[in-house]
């Protein structure tokens, strides 16, 4: 009797010396899911923000870190069905993601360059800002949601862009 309260507690103490190497395993596996899940390149379509009305656009990650990524942003919007010419906007920005998993704080800057035949003057280049929130799932599925203010020469407005696209 005395050897058995003598040897559990050594015996109790094993079982939790094997808990808990279960539980650091478990911890460094989370650990790891937990990284930063952002895929390289991504193919979207924006409404509203600094292409206007809509624009489809490609951006790719050029630098990337656990909890912040740099990307480049280039996009298409065909503006001309306004005036009816074939003007169209060239949205190009640098973004900074700050975050983990898929879910990320987007901050950035760039120009709207203006091209086209705009008889009438109603458009011109413009800078813009972002300020947003990115969703990237593992499937690729990508969704954007920002305040979007455009600054010209003669205009500052505020904008909103929304965007769904894939992340490959």
């Known amino acids: 009797?005395?050897?058995l309260l003598i040897i559990s507690p050594f015996i109790l103490l094993s079982f939790s010396l094997v808990g808990?190497?279960?539980d650091k395993e478990i911890f460094e596996k989370k650990s790891k899911e937990t990284e930063s899940l952002v895929l390289k390149n991504a193919i979207y379509l924006e409404l509203g923000g600094n292409g206007l009305f809509y624009s489809v656009n490609y951006d790719k990650v050029i630098v990337?870190?656990?909890?912040s990524h740099l990307v480049i942003r280039a996009g298409f919007s065909p503006v001309g069905f306004?005036?009816?010419d074939n003007s169209f906007l060239l949205p190009l920005?640098?973004?900074v993601l700050f975050g983990k998993q898929n879910n990320f704080l987007e901050i950035g800057g760039g120009v709207s360059l203006?091209?086209?035949d705009d008889d009438y003057g109603s458009f011109e280049n413009f800078v813009t800002f972002r300020l947003g929130y990115r969703h990237q799932s593992a499937s690729g599925l990508m969704m954007r949601a920002a305040m979007v203010p455009l600054i010209s020469r003669s205009e500052k407005m505020?904008?909103?862009g929304l965007s769904v696209g894939y992340t490959f």
């Not at 990337?64 to 909890?67: E, I």
Request: a positive charge; aromatic letters at 10%; glycine letters at 14%.
């Open 64 to 67: 990337g870190r656990k909890s």
């Open 114 to 116: 203006f091209l086209g």
């Open 82 to 84: 306004i005036s009816g």
């Open 20 to 22: 808990q190497k279960n």
């Open 1 to 3: 009797m005395k050897k």
């Open 93 to 95: 920005e640098i973004n």
């Open 158 to 160: 505020m904008w909103v």
